[in-house]
Nanobody, 121 residues
Framework: QVQLVESGGGLVQAGGSLRLSCAAS????????MGWYRQAPGKQRELVSS???????NYAGSVEGRFTISRDSAKNTVYLEMNSLEAEDTAVYYC???????????????WGQGTQVTVSS
């Protein structure tokens, strides 16, 4: 009942920038956290950045200083501004939201469809 739609991926030259968006829709209750993961071919999916419901942010060491995560709570949307892109950033980027439901202590995770980011060197 929760859908995540990602956009903003594409092809960019090394040193360039891209802005990813992820909009959540459906029966949204409390959002515990939103984040971005990425997965390159043959590699494990890794956490890139996250933002909690309180607004605390986290960045992988490889992107800190280059990427910025932000959100628009009213639109249930999270963004990832990617600057100074490198060839090593090439991957499929996935959005994830973690939500809570009334009278339910469990957390529920929902994933976006993924958007391809390709950085040419």
């Amino acid at each position: 009942q929760v859908q995540l739609v990602e956009s903003g991926g594409g092809l960019v030259q090394a040193g360039g920038s891209l802005r990813l968006s992820c909009a959540a829709s459906g029966r949204i209750f409390g959002i515990n956290a939103m984040g971005w993961y990425r997965q390159a071919p043959g590699k494990q999916r890794e956490l890139v950045s996250s933002i909690t419901g309180r607004g605390s942010t986290n960045y992988a060491g490889s992107v800190e200083g280059r990427f910025t995560i932000s959100r628009d709570s009213a639109k249930n949307t999270v963004y990832l501004e990617m600057n100074s892109l490198e060839a090593e950033d090439t991957a499929v980027y996935y959005c994830k939201v973690s939500i809570t439901r009334p009278f339910d202590s469990r957390m529920y995770d929902y994933w976006g469809q993924g958007t391809q980011v390709t950085v040419s060197s």
